[in-house]
Nanobody, 119 residues
């Protein structure tokens, strides 16, 4: 019922910048959380950051880089990435949690977008 459209991935040289965008549509409820994750080859998917629809501070995962900045405008969340490094190469995923109650949410994932950083 919920669709996430991710864009902004691609290939860039080390030191360059990319901005990832995720646009959510469908039944988003009155409260939801949108997040960015990334997964390198052979590694676990790691959470970078999450932002709720009702405002408040971002919640950062241990894999979040200081070079990355998150922003949200309604159902669009962006991840601004600067000074990219080869180790940033990964598939980046957008996720939305649509909250029914304080204790229950429905989870939806984007298909993932590839980011390749060359030296």
């Amino acid at each position: 019922q919920v669709q996430l459209v991710e864009s902004g991935g691609g290939s860039v040289q080390a030191g360059g910048s990319l901005t990832l965008s995720c646009v959510a549509s469908g039944n988003l409820g009155t409260s939801n959380t949108m997040s960015w994750f990334r997964q390198s080859d052979g590694a676990q998917r790691r959470e970078l950051v999450a932002l709720m629809s009702n405002g408040g501070s971002a919640v950062y995962g241990q894999s979040m880089e200081d070079r990355f900045t998150i922003s949200r405008d309604d159902a669009t969340v962006k991840l601004d990435m600067t000074n990219l490094k080869p180790e940033d190469t990964a598939v980046y995923y957008c996720k939305i949690d649509v909250w029914a109650t304080h204790w229950s949410a429905h989870e939806f994932w984007g298909q993932g977008i590839q980011v390749n950083v060359s030296s």
